[in-house]
């Protein structure tokens, strides 16, 4: 319930005027002089102030009854109960319809009226007139706690809305502004401006110390409020629309992958494997093992953990979090990197100039797309190399509008795929060619930090060299110059009508869509591919699938490009669709897809046949390690009997399970543990062959 006050004698206040809010509660001795400053400081114009008595208990309302029978410019809203400061300039708002500029500043002298003239020169700037301004806290106001928590405060809403780090609750509104405050009901005024996203200033003005009594904020009371602003924005901003439509392809992602994540029977592979073994050990010597440049276990004893060496840190980091070692566990953090590298690529699209509608495609192409859903899906870097190359293309879509930090997220973001992958950087080095290509004027300052963003990858590269050396080169293939041909095939899902959506789109996207856009994307898959064939064609092959991943991110976008440029909408849906209808029917192979190693089905093979005192022995590396995890994980009865290299057997054993790798790509393995059984007086009863597409087992039952 409220009352009002207003002089009898008052004439209708005439449009134009500017309408002052004033919350008032405990300030019956201020109140004179806020009038009294706010007639001088508005003497050039028309203005009135509204006294919003916020149940106060002191002789606040009979003061501000006092001011309005002297002068009509003064009105009086008494609150019968306490409802808060920013429900009372709600209502204050509320109650003043007529005026071209609304004021909201507090009753107790500390925010100055004198600033009043240069909030209001400023809202009404004619170039990129604002629709607030606030009057940025300056000065020495009030103890060293209050103004840290308060600007700490400040700061954390500026994150969320962008709103001036200096923003507090003495501003000028426009008529936007005022609406946008009264829908939105929020629990205060600079989070209601926040959220509404309207363009506004910030003025610096010095603060004034407490000129009578005590602030009515208790330390309490100002952590709640703030609590309850921070929550309320991060809720705003998670159920916007604006929110939804760059989120929704990492949804899609989120899901294609979990069905794959957790629809799949199998279990890790060899790669994936090293990636939890490695993982699970002590921080403190996984470092030290990349250092010194040996394994974590004996099976891993010359290969150190020193080529993924930032993963395997952060896999461990994940592992100590989750407080599970299941195999799961690392396809979950890789996916869910992928997921929100997906929206930040959405995200980054619609900052480089185009439609939202293309920003949505190239997401939703992205996340349906059969190799980003197979690698990122797996227990390795895959998921954080997307998320990283996507960051750096979001920083350069800032830099290129010049906003604050994007310049600084290129370099961070760029560093980031590097060290996620070494193949990421020539993505990386793509998005800052295309982006220098854009400004040429400003690139030397883009050259530079990209040249930055490379050496922590320089550095692992070199710190490699001396410990992994070129094990890897056996397993890159030789395209004979044919690289993008091969790329692309990938890209489709090794199916022939979504090669060819991919093809005609993909040309298409060339011509399509925003040149900024265009310019980006194609110097994001062209300049990695165009590194890749001469190297190739100089040194030596450099072709693996997933290692050009993070550059076919580009590909993606140049599709996207090509089905959602087009002004018609009717052609633009109609190719958007089949896009990623394509994309979706290539990736439901990856449910029937053969394992790529079958060390579980290995490991629950011996378990259901096992007797106690029955040696399990593994007679290479990779039976070493898929034996060693799953035996651990799952079938801990066993772990008793199991037997590694560089021990094979147990005396006189009753029966041995040897399983071993008769064949990797092709290529026969290690089978020394056959002598050594024969030389035991074992013979082999019954055999099983267990195919991957990547490492095929020979689980063998010897028995005397």
């Known amino acids: 319930m409220s009352t009002e006050v207003r002089a009898p004698e008052a004439a209708p206040v005439a449009t134009g005027t500017v309408a002052v809010v004033v919350p008032v509660y405990r300030n019956a001795a201020t109140l004179p002089a806020l009038v009294e400053r706010l007639g001088a400081a508005l003497a050039e114009q028309a203005w009135r102030v509204r006294l919003v008595v916020d149940g106060s208990p002191d002789d606040s309302a009979a003061v501000g009854a006092e001011l309005a029978a002297r002068d009509p410019r003064v009105a009086v809203t008494v609150l019968a109960q306490n409802v808060g400061q920013h429900r009372a300039l709600e209502r204050g708002l509320a109650d003043e319809p007529d005026a071209d500029a609304w004021v909201c500043l507090d009753a107790d002298l500390q925010d100055p009226p004198e600033a009043l003239p240069a909030l209001l020169d400023a809202l009404a700037g004619t170039v990129d007139r604002p629709d607030a301004v606030f009057a940025g806290r300056r000065g020495v106001y009030g103890t060293r706690g209050r103004r840290v928590t308060g600007a700490l405060h400040r700061r954390a809403v500026s994150a969320l809305t962008g709103l001036p780090p200096d923003a507090g609750a003495f501003l000028v509104l426009g008529p936007r502004a005022r609406e946008a405050v009264l829908d939105a009901r929020a629990p205060s005024l600079v989070a209601a401006i926040g959220a509404a996203r309207l363009p506004v200033r910030s003025v610096p003005v010095a603060r004034d110390a407490r000129a009578e009594g005590a602030s009515a904020w208790t330390g309490a009371a100002r952590l709640r409020l703030s609590l309850r602003s921070l929550g309320w ?38 790669d994936e494997l090293y990636s939890m073994e490695v993982a699970r050990r002590p921080l403190s010597e996984i470092l030290r093992a990349a250092w010194e440049g040996h394994g974590t276990t004996w099976s891993l004893r010359d290969i150190p953990p020193s080529y993924n060496l930032p993963w395997y840190v952060l896999a461990h980091l994940w592992l100590w979090l989750v407080g599970s070692e299941a195999d799961p566990v690392l396809r979950v953090l890789s996916l869910l990197a992928g997921a929100v590298g997906v929206a930040v690529l959405t995200r980054a699209v619609a900052r480089l100039g185009g439609p939202r509608r293309i920003a949505v495609v190239a997401g939703l192409a992205v996340a349906a797309n059969p190799l980003v859903l197979a690698w990122i899906t797996e227990a390795r870097p895959y998921g954080v190399a997307v998320l990283a190359v996507a960051g750096t293309a979001l920083g350069l879509a800032r830099w290129l509008d010049r906003c604050r930090g994007g310049l600084l997220l290129v370099g961070l973001a760029g560093a980031g795929a590097g060290l996620a992958h070494w193949f990421a950087l020539l993505a990386v080095a793509g998005i800052v060619a295309g982006g220098a290509a854009l400004a040429p004027r400003r690139s030397p300052a883009l050259l530079v930090v990209g040249a930055l963003a490379a050496l922590p990858t320089a550095a692992m590269v070199e710190l490699n060299r001396s410990t992994v050396g070129d094990r890897n080169a056996a397993l890159l293939y030789d395209t004979e110059l044919r690289l993008p041909l091969f790329a692309a095939w990938q890209w489709s899902g090794t199916d022939y009508g979504t090669a060819l959506v991919v093809a ?193 087992l020979m689980v063998q039952r010897w028995v005397r």
């Open 233 to 270: 924005l991060v809720a705003r901003r998670a159920t916007s629309s604006s929110w939804v439509w760059w989120a929704g392809p990492a949804v899609l992602a989120l899901v294609l992958g979990s069905v794959i994540v957790f629809g799949r029977a199998h279990g890790l592979w060899y």
């Open 504 to 696: 005609v789109l993909g040309l298409l996207g060339i011509v399509r869509g925003a040149r900024r856009l265009r310019v980006v994307a194609l110097a994001w898959v062209g300049v990695p591919v165009a590194l890749l064939l001469a190297v190739e064609h100089w040194v030596r092959p450099v072709y693996e699938p997933r290692y050009v991943l993070a550059a076919l991110l580009g590909l993606g976008v140049l599709t996207a490009c090509g089905a959602a440029g087009w002004s018609s909408r009717r052609v633009a849906v109609v190719l958007s669709v089949v896009l990623v209808a394509a994309s979706l029917a290539a990736s439901t192979t990856l449910l029937r897809v053969t394992p790529r190693e079958r060390a579980d089905d290995a490991a629950a093979l011996i378990a259901a046949a096992h007797r106690p005192g029955d040696a399990v022995v593994a007679g290479d590396r990779q039976s070493a390690l898929g034996l060693e995890h799953h035996v651990r994980t799952r079938h801990p009865q066993i772990a008793p009997d199991l037997r590694v290299p560089p021990v094979l057997a147990v005396p006189d054993p009753p029966v041995v399970w040897y399983v071993r790798v008769p064949i990797i790509r092709g290529e026969t393995g290690p089978v020394d543990g056959d002598e050594l059984l024969v030389r035991a007086g074992l013979r082999v009863q019954e055999q099983w062959f267990l195919r991957g597409t990547w490492t095929s």
